[in-house]
Nanobody, 124 residues
Framework: QVQLVESGGGLVQAGGSLRLSCAASGRTISSYAVGWFRQAPGKEREFVAAISWSGGKTDYANSVKGRFTISRDNTKNTVYLQMNSLKPEDTAVYYC?????????????????WGQGTQVTVSS
C-alpha cells in the first residue's frame, strides 16, 4: 500500500511561487506515474500535471503550461510541483496521485492512490 502526503501549500499573492511536495511511504514509487490534480470550491477536480516513472515524460494542463513544472526525486520517493506566476484562479486544494503503471495519464480514475490534499490560496 502506498501513502501519499502533500505539503507546501499556503497563501501567496498573485505572481508569487510555491513548491508542493508529494512524499510517498509504504513502498517505493520509483516505477509509478504520479499526477497532480486540483479542486476549487464548487468545481470538479481537474488534472494539473503528471510525470512518468522515470521523469522522462511529463504532461500539463493548458492552463498551467509554462508556469508549473512537475519533477521527481526517486531517491527521496517524492514528487514536486513548482508553481510560478500564480494566479487567483489557481486557488484550490491540490492532490497528488500515483498509479502503479508508470505511463503518464490525465484521468483521475486511472490513479490508484491519493493524498489528502494541500490548500493553495492565491490572493489578487
Amino acid at each position: 500500500q502506498v501513502q501519499l502526503v502533500e505539503s507546501g501549500g499556503g497563501l501567496v499573492q498573485a505572481g508569487g511561487s510555491l513548491r508542493l511536495s508529494c512524499a510517498a511511504s509504504g513502498r517505493t514509487i520509483s516505477s509509478y506515474a504520479v499526477g497532480w490534480f486540483r479542486q476549487a470550491p464548487g468545481k470538479e477536480r481537474e488534472f494539473v500535471a503528471a510525470i512518468s516513472w522515470s521523469g522522462g515524460k511529463t504532461d500539463y494542463a493548458n492552463s498551467v503550461k509554462g508556469r508549473f513544472t512537475i519533477s521527481r526525486d526517486n531517491t527521496k520517493n517524492t514528487v514536486y510541483l513548482q508553481m510560478n506566476s500564480l494566479k487567483p484562479e489557481d486557488t484550490a486544494v491540490y492532490y497528488c496521485a500515483a498509479r502503479s503503471l508508470g505511463i503518464v495519464v490525465i484521468k483521475g480514475y486511472e490513479y490508484n492512490y491519493w493524498g489528502q490534499g494541500t490548500q493553495v490560496t492565491v490572493s489578487s
